[in-house]
């Protein structure tokens, strides 16, 4: 079960929040980081029409870019508030529209449904990451594929006040904790890339030898802060 503040989350962050959380990735003041780190996860995932699962979508906007590459996707959240914003979401007017699901994705239910399940920010919401990781696995597909994109070390403190005052959980997710846990599971490989929005910071925010040194910091550092990819 999720913490309380997740299924409410939606209601208390009031009608501005709500419209942020519609208006992404665009709404972000990083949006470009963001959307080089959607380009990441999509350049990890098997080609269209695989059926996609993404668990932890919010109000659907990663769904969206999903649908709109042609794959055949079931977006999932805990909050029922955010799967109906989802589902009356003008992007969602049209086909190919994502199939909505408020459910707990440490409880799935499916079983060798899904070439893919995707974790876009949204693992290090888990109370209880094994069991979430292992529903994913049981969703999956023989190769299947795991992908990833979760906040890493020191992620945690710097959210801590954010957590305490919705009542979510918000811990680090390291790409070498979901690849420990995933092959206790029963993956048989694993890959850990670096964050592509990372790379944009230290490539277009910076310049010279500082641009090179913040970029090779995070190639080396990316098992504490990077993309996962398990395959069953």
């Not at 913490?3 to 009031?14: S, V």
């Not at 893919?116 to 888990?126: C, T």
């Amino acid at each position: 079960m999720a913490r309380p503040g997740e299924y409410c989350y939606y209601k208390n962050i009031g009608e501005a929040g709500v419209q942020h959380s519609l208006g992404k990735p665009f709404s972000d003041g990083k949006r470009g980081r963001r959307l080089m780190e959607v380009g990441a996860v999509l350049s990890l995932l098997p080609p269209p029409p695989a059926r996609i699962l993404e668990c932890g979508c919010g109000t659907g906007w990663f769904a969206w870019f999903l649908a709109k590459s042609g794959y055949d996707v079931v977006a999932q959240d805990v909050s029922s508030h955010a799967i109906r914003l989802a589902q009356e979401h003008p992007l969602f007017t049209q086909s190919p529209a994502p199939e909505f699901v408020a459910s707990d994705f440490q409880e799935l239910g499916y079983t060798n449904e899904f070439e893919a399940v995707v974790f876009f920010d949204s693992l290090h919401h888990a109370i209880n990451e094994t069991q979430a990781i292992r529903a994913a696995w049981r969703a999956l597909r023989p190769d299947g594929s795991l992908v990833a994109s979760e906040p890493g070390v020191g992620h945690a403190r710097a959210s801590q006040d954010f957590a305490g005052k919705y009542d979510v959980t918000d811990k680090d997710m390291p790409p070498f904790r979901i690849v420990r846990l995933g092959k206790k599971i029963g993956f048989r490989t694993a890959r850990i890339y670096p964050h592509a929005d990372c790379f944009g910071a230290a490539l277009y925010g910076r310049r010279g030898i500082a641009a090179s040194a913040y970029t090779l910091w995070h190639l080396v550092l990316r098992r504490r802060n990077g993309i996962a990819v398990l395959v069953k």
